[in-house]
């Protein structure tokens, strides 16, 4: 009848370099991944936030940094047509550089020291001014009714 035979492969020199390998492998996506995350930081975190929120009972899972403006001096001049807003504002009590925030209508806050600065002239009466954190945060300034 018919005879089988096990033919005998050759056992590679070195068992373990593969396994080395993969894990020199492994730990060098790990580094880029980790690098990657801390030059994207906020704008990961905004990110996953909002795939997050989407989910039923997710609701203050993220926490968002905490936008304040803590001060505000708005000069009417009856005599001249252009009015002129100063704003101060923080986010997370201080000032981060990887944060930007943003006054509606304005534009892109001033970062100063410690804190966010806004200059705004208006023909007009701003009297709502919105500023938005890049990291998701939100204050907003009403003109008080006279």
């Given at each position: 009848?018919?005879?089988?035979?096990?033919?005998?492969?050759?056992?590679p020199?070195?068992?373990?370099?593969?396994l080395?390998?993969?894990?020199?492998?492994?730990?060098?996506?790990?580094?880029?991944?980790?690098?990657a995350?801390?030059?994207?930081?906020?704008?990961?975190?905004?990110?996953y936030?909002?795939v997050?929120?989407?989910?039923?009972?997710a609701?203050?899972?993220?926490?968002?940094?905490?936008?304040?403006?803590?001060?505000v001096?708005?000069?009417?001049?009856p005599?001249?047509?252009?009015?002129?807003?100063?704003?101060?504002?923080?986010?997370?009590?201080?000032?981060?550089?990887a944060t930007?925030?943003?006054?509606s209508?304005?534009?892109?806050?001033?970062?100063?020291?410690?804190?966010?600065?806004?200059?705004?002239?208006?023909?007009?009466?701003?009297c709502?001014?919105?500023?938005?954190?890049?990291?998701?945060?939100?204050?907003?300034w009403?003109?008080?009714?006279?």
């Amino acid at each position: 009848m018919f005879r089988f035979t096990r033919r005998r492969l050759p056992l590679p020199e070195n068992p373990g370099q593969g396994l080395v390998e993969y894990a020199l492998i492994l730990s060098l996506v790990a580094i880029v991944i980790l690098i990657a995350m801390s030059v994207m930081g906020s704008a990961l975190k905004m990110a996953y936030c909002q795939v997050i929120s989407q989910f039923p009972g997710a609701g203050g899972f993220c926490v968002v940094d905490e936008v304040v403006i803590f001060r505000v001096d708005y000069d009417i001049n009856p005599d001249d047509v252009i009015d002129e807003l100063h704003l101060d504002a923080k986010s997370n009590g201080d000032y981060d550089p990887a944060t930007t925030l943003t006054a509606s209508p304005g534009g892109v806050l001033e970062a100063r020291e410690h804190h966010y600065h806004l200059r705004l002239f208006s023909l007009k009466c701003p009297c709502k001014v919105t500023i938005t954190s890049s990291a998701g945060g939100v204050d907003v300034w009403e003109y008080p009714e006279p």
